[in-house]
Nanobody, 124 residues
Framework: EVQLVESGGGLVQAGGSLRLSCAAS????????IGWFRQAPGKEREGVSC????????YYSESVKGRFTISSDSAKNTVYLQMHSLKPEDTAVYYC?????????????????WGQGTQVTVSS
C-alpha cells in the first residue's frame, strides 16, 4: 500500500524557516516523482516543487524559487521541503504527492497518491 505522511508544519513568523518532511512507503521511492503542493483557504491547490530522486532533477514554482529547496534521502524514503524567508502568503496546508509516471510536473492531475497534509502558518 502506497503511503505518504507529511510532517514538520507549524506556526512561524514572517522571515522564518521550516522544513517539511514527506515519508513514503509501499513503493520504490527512486522511481517516482514526488511533488509538494499547497492549498490556502478559498484558493486552488498550487504546485510548489517536485523532484525525481533518480535523476536529481528538481523544479520550483516562481512563487517559491530561491526561497524553498526540495531534496530527497533515498535511504530514508523521505523527501524534504526546506522553506526559508517565509511570507504570510505561504500560509497553507502543504501536501506531498507521488507521480508513478514519473513526470516533472506541478500539475496535481499528474499525481496518483497523496498525503494527508500538514499546516503551515506564517504570521506577519
Amino acid at each position: 500500500e502506497v503511503q505518504l505522511v507529511e510532517s514538520g508544519g507549524g506556526l512561524v513568523q514572517a522571515g522564518g524557516s521550516l522544513r517539511l518532511s514527506c515519508a513514503a512507503s509501499g513503493f520504490t521511492f527512486d522511481d517516482y516523482a514526488i511533488g509538494w503542493f499547497r492549498q490556502a483557504p478559498g484558493k486552488e491547490r498550487e504546485g510548489v516543487s517536485c523532484i525525481i530522486s533518480t535523476d536529481g532533477i528538481t523544479y520550483y514554482s516562481e512563487s517559491v524559487k530561491g526561497r524553498f529547496t526540495i531534496s530527497s534521502d533515498s535511504a530514508k524514503n523521505t523527501v524534504y521541503l526546506q522553506m526559508h524567508s517565509l511570507k504570510p502568503e505561504d500560509t497553507a496546508v502543504y501536501y506531498c504527492a507521488a507521480d508513478l509516471s514519473p513526470t516533472l510536473s506541478l500539475l496535481d492531475t499528474a499525481y496518483e497518491y497523496w498525503g494527508q497534509g500538514t499546516q503551515v502558518t506564517v504570521s506577519s
